[in-house]
């Protein structure tokens, strides 16, 4: 059964950083694609950044050279780092990667940015 386990949410004060991990008990190498959502209170699920099999990287336009999706192959772990922290940036990030298929997603963790 395909697992995969997120880390790093927590509180941060506007203009920090943070740095979300998402770890895979299935190799990336057979992923088609893979990327963050994350989702506010009372708002739907949106896309924050993703990586498809051709590498083409997307990113919300409100985290443009703010955050930045990576991976670690060998650790079958992703990563999306994110500076200049913005109140708005205050949801549940999940991560997701398509095998196949079908979808997987991580169970969300918190990232709140409040002063």
């Known amino acids: 059964q395909v697992q995969l386990v997120e880390s790093g949410g927590g509180l941060v004060q506007p203009g920090g950083s943070l740095r979300l991990s998402c770890a895979a008990t299935?190799?990336?190498?057979?992923?088609?694609?893979m990327g963050w959502y994350r989702q506010a209170p009372g708002e739907q699920r949106e896309l924050v950044a993703r990586?498809?099999?051709?590498?083409?990287?997307n990113y919300a336009d409100s985290v443009k050279g703010r955050f930045t999706i990576s991976r670690d192959n060998a650790k079958n772990t992703m990563y999306l780092q994110m500076n200049s922290l913005k109140p708005e940036d205050t949801a549940v990030y999940y991560c997701?990667?398509?095998?196949?298929?079908?979808?997987?997603w991580g169970q969300g963790t918190q990232v709140t940015v409040s002063s």
């Open positions: 990586d498809s099999r051709s590498s083409i990287i």
């Open positions: 997701n990667v398509v095998w196949g298929y079908r979808d997987y």
């Open positions: 299935r190799t990336f190498f057979s992923a088609n694609a």
